[in-house]
C-alpha cells in the first residue's frame, strides 16, 4: 500500500483553501459596537457560531487587519445581528469601505447601548467574554445577555454568493 504522508509545507495555497471553505454554506451577520465616543461601528462576518448555553456564549472572528478591529478591542460588548435573505444590501454596506454605514439606515440601540440593525433576522447582545489568537484573524467571544429572534427566512452565503438559505 502506498501512503502519502503529508507534512505542513504541503498544505493548500490560501487561495484554493478560501474556494474550498467557501463550499460550507453558513448564514450573514453584521456585528456592531459603539467606540469610545459612543460612534457605532459595525462589521459583516460568516464566521459565527455558538459556543455553550450554559453559560450562553457565542463567538466570531475579525481579520487583523480590519480597521474596525481596534474599536471591538475596546468595546465592553457587541450585538450579533444575524441577516434576513432580504438583506443583502446589509450585507454588502458592512463589508465596504464606507465610513459612515450607519447613516443611511434604520437602527436602534439594545438594552446594552450597542446598534440593533431594524429588521435582522435575530440579535444576540453580549459582554465580550474573551479574545482569543486566531492566526490572521482574532477571535471574540460574547456571553449572551439578551436574544431575539423573527419568523424569517435567513440570508445565506456559499461559494462566493448571497441568497435565501432555504431550510426544510
Known amino acids: 500500500m502506498n501512503q502519502s504522508i503529508r ?16 463550499c460550507f454554506a453558513t448564514g450573514v451577520a453584521v456585528i456592531t459596537t459603539v467606540d469610545g465616543a ?5 462589521v459583516t462576518v ?10 450562553p ?8 487587519s480590519s480597521r474596525s478591529l481596534p474599536v471591538f478591542h475596546v468595546a465592553k460588548g457587541f450585538t450579533v445581528n444575524i441577516l434576513a435573505s432580504d438583506q443583502a444590501a446589509l450585507c454588502k454596506l458592512f463589508a465596504s469601505r464606507e465610513e459612515d454605514r ?11 447601548g450597542q446598534p440593533v440593525l431594524t429588521g435582522a433576522l435575530a440579535t444576540l447582545s453580549c459582554h465580550k467574554w474573551a479574545v482569543h489568537d486566531g492566526g490572521d484573524h482574532e477571535i471574540f467571544i460574547g456571553q449572551v445577555i439578551e436574544a431575539e429572534h423573527h419568523d424569517r427566512t435567513p440570508l445565506g452565503y456559499c461559494k462566493g454568493a448571497l441568497g435565501p438559505l432555504m431550510i426544510g
Open 38 to 42: 459612543g460612534t457605532p461601528c459595525g
Open 57 to 64: 456564549l457565542i463567538l466570531w472572528s475579525l481579520a487583523r
Open 46 to 55: 460568516n464566521s459565527f457560531n455558538s459556543v455553550s448555553l450554559d453559560p
Open 7 to 22: 507534512t505542513p509545507r504541503d498544505t493548500p495555497d490560501p487561495a484554493h483553501l478560501r474556494r474550498t471553505l467557501g
Open 102 to 112: 450607519f447613516s443611511s439606515i434604520d437602527w436602534h440601540k439594545d438594552g446594552l
